[in-house]
């Protein structure tokens, strides 16, 4: 009988978001934990057996580590690193011994203890994504634990039989990094997909899910109940759904499915390498936006021309430390390098409003403990280029980083939330301070680099004028654009209905900005979530938009829309479009010119 468990989906962007297999269940990860009082002289004995067990887990996650393909995903090598990390805090080796001592308990009660204490500890913190890492000391501590039982590594898998050609789907109560990457690379598995009863959407196994290609349905409570060995199980990631044998209809259609996104995607895919351009010849660059330096393979993946965004931001928050000038370059260089003399993109900072450092990191730059993390209206707050401005080592550190990043790779600076000249000028001033700084330590960087702004804020759309002669390049972020034009706040879903970004209001801006760019022969781009929606690519097109930055896994789509059209008819539509009073109107406007195509 088909049966339907639902959890949190996780698509890739590379990958169909079905998977269809034979079932294998991973061995329950929560052993019975013996827990047993010893006597005195037995002490040291179950020291040692924990001592063993931690060196044997030690040298496993070494071993792994050091067997990670160089074109793995960076998470895989960051996750390892953040177990081991786990395995060598003093809370976590040091304290079950001397819980053994004091208590005169065995190693597995010891430490199964001090698992409790701490995650404990880290299921008290407000932020999700640290809460989340409560499933990470679990997972270190389940491999201690099988250590323990078993005196030597764990890691062997049973291969189960599956018929020629057919897949298998994972089901696990809890993956981890280790886990998922000795199974991925094992030749004589074919993994499709997984599906585990733990794990959120910010998990590592999510991450990680994401970063290998591979659909997953998290969080799905009772899983390893509902399914058996070797059953016939389809992942519905896009809907979150996993359907346990499933009827020859549904399968049918599951598999029909499968097919159509596989095709689809292999469509797509040939057109990675094709030189981007519209079907009257006119040139585009399509570019990437990326949060970490791991993403740019995917960026690479979509043949993406260049990084039109690159959100450091991403870099200083969840963590107590903010990153030095040298860890910032390395993160930079990483991606310049990777792309092989094709544009970076670099966002200076855009801390503040939903994006907030933890309180130690801010602690550092000298803000008074206790203050409030989210003023009372943060996204009108102190936010990016105001952030920067008001804590200057933070900004020039950031700006000495980029510049010499810019020795090897092709780099721009890009500075969010302007909205005044004098912003834009204290900006291009502290550019020039990073650039002396570093000419007298005698380091190297591209002395040409150009420096941008982000127009996403009205006054800074109606000011175009003034800021190309003093810019080299301007990048739309239309995110924000419509929150500030519309006075709706991004994150409140209270009035998200009304966040709309097809509001004349925000088209004209939209248009304004692109003119005037062209005008001043300054490029503009837009990297805000519109560039990578294909039902806009006409519409921005006929705006004069030649540059489009957007997340990797829209790039092919957009791509392929914009080579079918041609900048005359686009011209016209967009003309018709800023005639229309009210967002319905520009609604219909773009289905009748869709309809008109789809009827040539
Ligand atoms: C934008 O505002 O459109 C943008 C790209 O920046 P972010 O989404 O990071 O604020
Ligand atoms: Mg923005």
């Known amino acids: 009988m088909t049966r339907e468990l639902v959890g949190i989906g996780i698509v890739s962007g590379s990958a169909p978001g079905v998977a269809i297999g034979r079932a294998h269940l991973l061995g329950a990860s929560e052993l019975d934990i013996p827990q047993y009082q010893i006597e005195r002289k037995d002490v040291l004995h179950e020291v040692a057996r924990l001592n063993n067990a931690f060196s044997i887990v030690r040298a496993e996650l070494d071993e792994l580590r050091g067997q990670v393909a160089p074109d793995a995903p960076g998470e895989v090598v960051a996750f390892l690193d953040l177990h081991r990390m786990i ?166 259609e599951f598999r029909q499915r499968l097919r159509a996104q596989t095709e689809a995607r292999a469509q797509l895919r040939r057109l990675k390498g094709r030189i981007a351009r519209t079907r009257d010849g006119v040139p585009l660059e399509l570019m990437a936006n990326i949060e970490l330096p791991g993403d740019v393979r995917d960026a690479l993946e979509a043949g993406a021309d260049g990084i039109g965004l690159f959100r450091t931001e991403f870099l200083f928050m969840n963590r107590d430390r903010l990153p030095d000038e040298d860890e910032q370059f390395e993160a930079y260089a990483k991606v310049a390098r990777a792309m092989k003399g094709k544009p970076v993109v670099i966002r200076t900072l855009d801390i503040g409003a939903d994006k907030v450092l933890n309180e130690a990191a801010r602690l550092s730059l000298g803000i008074a403990q206790g203050a409030p993390t989210v003023e009372s209206n943060p996204a009108l ?180 829309r914009l080579m079918t059209l041609s900048t005359k008819s686009a011209a016209k539509l967009a003309a018709r479009v800023l005639r229309a009073d009210d967002p319905m109107d520009v609604r219909r406007a773009l289905e009748r010119a869709l309809a008109r195509q789809q009827a040539a």
Request: glycine share 6%; proline share 4%.
């Open 87 to 252: 395995l060598d805090d003093s809370h976590l080796c040091d304290t079950p011994r001397d819980l053994v001592r004091s208590k005169l308990i065995n190693a597995e009660w010891a430490l199964s203890m001090q698992l409790e204490e701490v995650c404990r500890q880290f299921e008290s913190i407000d932020d999700e994504y640290l809460r989340e890492r409560s499933q990470d000391v679990r997972q270190v501590v389940d491999r201690v634990m099988k250590a323990l039982a078993h005196g030597k590594p764990q890691t062997a898998v049973a291969v189960p039989k599956v018929a020629e050609g057919e897949r298998l789907i994972l089901v696990a109560r809890d993956m981890a990094p280790a886990d998922v990457l000795h199974l991925k690379d094992r030749a004589d598995l074919d993994v499709a997909g997984f599906v585990t009863e733990l794990g959120g959407p910010t998990s590592h196994t999510a991450i990680l899910a994401r970063s290998l290609g591979l659909p997953a349905v998290l969080g799905v409570a009772g899983a390893r109940e509902a399914v058996r060995e070797g059953d016939l199980v389809v992942i519905d990631a896009e809907a979150g759904r996993l359907h346990i044998v499933p009827e020859a209809g549904a399968l049918g």
């Open 381 to 560: 707050g102190l936010r990016a280029i105001r952030y920067c401005l008001a804590y200057p080592e933070l900004f020039l550190t950031q700006l000495r980083a980029i510049l010499r990043a810019s020795a090897v790779g092709t780099v721009r600076i890009l500075v969010p939330m302007l909205a005044h000249v004098h912003e834009v000028e204290q900006a291009l001033a502290f550019v020039a301070r990073a650039r002396e700084q570093l000419k007298e330590r005698k380091q190297k960087f591209d002395g040409r680099v150009p420096v941008g702004g982000m127009i996403e804020v009205p006054a800074a759309a109606l000011s175009m004028p003034a800021f190309v002669k003093r810019m080299k390049f301007f990048s739309l972020g239309t995110n924000d654009l419509i929150q500030y034009t519309l006075a709706i706040d991004r994150a409140d879903s209270s009035v998200a209905h009304l966040y709309d970004h097809l509001h004349p209001a925000v088209l004209h801006l939209i248009a304004r900005t692109i003119r005037v760019g062209m005008r001043a022969r300054t490029p503009v781009a837009v990297c805000g979530e519109m560039a990578g929606e294909v039902e806009l690519a006409e519409l921005l097109l006929g705006m004069g938009l030649r540059q489009y930055s957007m997340h990797p896994s829209q790039l092919l789509t957009v791509k392929e």
